[in-house]
């Protein structure tokens, strides 16, 4: 080998001057993902209008928590509404779904109370509610208010059907048994607008409680009524006086009761008295023909059994305007499970009931319920007169036969009062008005003699003088009892004086206790002196021995 030829040897594949700009990439990589990672999820919410959303200032939070920012707040293309775009932190974008939902807090004053007064001072702020999972979304339309369930509460949505609004609003409580279990999330018109649909939420474990066979009614406010059975007023808690309310309970007795789905539907009552109303399901209508004035008996006014209450009237009509008899005709309905509640009979069966009821004596007939308000109700009673009448059946109603010559109850009183003084006038017993009244024109004649007996005596100026002397009296002894009065204060000063000189706690009394235990002492000392002088009458000259 010739020395001077070149050596050959395999060339390094990868040469160490390439690890100098791998770790700058990786570096830059690794920075790239950070700055990704914390750059957080821009979304783009629409609201009616930008109250109080400021760009920097106005926070999203999540359970207290700022969780993002305010980037921009635009108008949209037509004007109508406001673009607020917002950047949130990457943490909580990855629980961005369909579901989520976003409203802006301000302050609030509503029927339910004063809330989030804090804004005042803090300023406006957007809340966000992750909701549950479902596809991501990055566009969301804001909330004008605040949901009054969160989607974290537990517990269940039900349906209430009802003719009218009322008081009731959206936060108006739910009670059960005068606890409350739930509110009022929201209410619509139906779909043909002939009710209103109202959806509540009913918190857990309470909305175990609702059934299939539950009933709901309104205890909104103050219910006053003035019907045949007088005045009648209901009130209800304070809250739901100020923002309406709604109650419910179970049916009692029904085995086949079952816990209510979501979303189930129920019917929303008046109140109380139309559910118990609602127990009775059979109705059958009929007919009353009346001669003499019908004033004071109203729709709904009660149809009456032996005091219970077997219906009610429906509709009260005029047959014809000239005076012709039973032209006034009241309809009425009855139900036949007042009577015997655990029997359903047929129209036909219960026709047959009434018609024997007037065979034996049944009228209907008008009395007065109440004196105050003048109010009247249908009494189907057994007089003891009557004339013979007979129950007509017909397609649609039927006709109950009524008193041929009804009176009411006050006019027959008074007639039965002026019938028992003629029966007694008429008897041998007879009341002596002509003597009465011969006495009672003696006395008035004595009266007068005795009146111009004191005139004569002019006993009127001697009664005026004594009273002119009596009050100059009276005056005197007002005077004396005001010295008295005096004297009394002075006495009681002088008496909390020495009071308080006496008193345990007091420095004069301290003073005495020591006075008297320095005279005790000498006295004791004296004492001492006087019997050692008797035992040794010297000790004065010489002295005691035991001072030597």
Do not use: C
């Not at 429906?314 to 009577?339: A, E, G, I, T």
């Not at 006019?411 to 008897?427: L, M």
């Amino acid at each position: 080998m010739n020395a001077h030829e070149p050596t050959l040897k395999p060339a390094q594949r990868i040469s160490p001057i390439w690890i100098v700009p791998i770790a700058a990439l990786l570096i830059g990589a690794w920075l790239a993902v950070n700055a990704w990672r914390q750059q957080g999820q821009e979304v783009e919410i629409i609201f009616d209008r930008a109250s109080g959303i400021e760009v920097g200032k106005t926070q999203i939070r999540l359970k207290d928590v700022t969780v993002g920012k305010i980037t921009s707040v635009t108008l949209s293309d037509d004007l109508s509404k406001v673009r607020v775009i917002a950047v949130l932190d990457r943490q909580v974008s990855q629980h961005l779904s369909e579901n989520s939902r976003f409203w802006l807090v301000s302050p609030r004053i509503s029927t339910t109370g004063v809330s989030n007064l804090g804004t005042l001072v803090s300023g406006v702020y957007i809340v966000m509610e992750p909701g549950k999972p479902g596809d991501f979304r990055s566009l969301f339309e804001g909330l004008s208010d605040p949901p009054t369930v969160a989607s974290d509460d537990q517990g269940t949505q039900f349906v209430l059907q009802a003719e009218t609004l009322g008081s009731l609003d959206i936060g108006s409580p739910v009670y059960y048994r005068e606890l409350r279990v739930g509110e009022v999330t929201s209410y619509k018109l139906g779909d043909k607008g002939s009710s209103i649909e109202l959806r509540i939420f009913v918190d857990a474990p309470h909305d175990k409680l609702v059934e299939t066979q539950s009933r709901f009614w309104n205890v909104s406010g103050i219910d006053v009524r003035i019907g045949a059975d007088g005045v009648k007023a209901k009130i209800a808690s304070i809250a739901s006086l100020i923002s309406g309310g709604i109650t419910f309970e179970n049916s009692s007795g029904l085995d086949a009761a079952q816990p209510a789905p979501p979303d189930h539907s129920f019917y929303l009552y008046a109140d109380r008295d139309s559910v118990l109303e609602e127990r009775f399901t059979l109705e059958y209508f009929y007919r009353l023909k009346f001669s003499n004035s019908v004033r004071g008996l109203s729709v709904g006014a009660p149809v009456e059994f032996r005091g219970l209450k077997v219906g009610e009237v429906v509709d009260v009509q005029l047959d014809s305007v000239d005076n012709q008899p039973d032209s006034l005709h009241v309809f009425v309905s009855m139900q036949p499970q007042r009577l015997e509640a655990h029997e359903l009979p047929n129209r036909e069966t219960f026709d047959l009931k009434m018609a024997d009821l007037v065979a034996k004596g049944m009228r209907a007939q008008l009395k007065t319920a109440s004196l105050l308000t003048g109010a009247k109700y249908v009494d189907l009673s057994f007089p003891r007169e009557v004339l013979p009448a007979e129950f007509v059946v017909s397609e649609k109603y039927s006709d109950v036969p009524t008193m041929a010559q009804s009176t009411d109850d006050l006019d027959q009183q008074v007639a039965g009062i002026a019938r028992k003084i003629d029966s007694i006038a008429e008897g041998v017993n007879a009341i002596p008005f002509e003597k009465i009244g011969n006495d009672l024109a003696q006395s008035m004649s004595s009266l007068n003699k005795v009146l111009g007996t004191l005139a004569d005596a002019d006993t009127a100026k001697k009664v005026d003088s004594t009273l002119a002397n009596l009050s100059e009296a009276s005056a005197q002894l007002n005077e004396a009892l005001k010295s008295v009065e005096a004297t009394l204060n002075s006495m009681t000063q002088t008496l909390q004086s020495v009071d308080s000189l006496l008193a345990p706690d007091s420095k004069t009394q301290y003073e005495l206790n020591q006075t008297f235990r320095s005279l005790q002492n000498s006295v004791q000392s004296l004492t001492d002196l006087l019997e050692k002088l008797n035992r040794k009458p010297n000790s004065l000259i010489f002295g005691n021995d035991n001072d030597k």
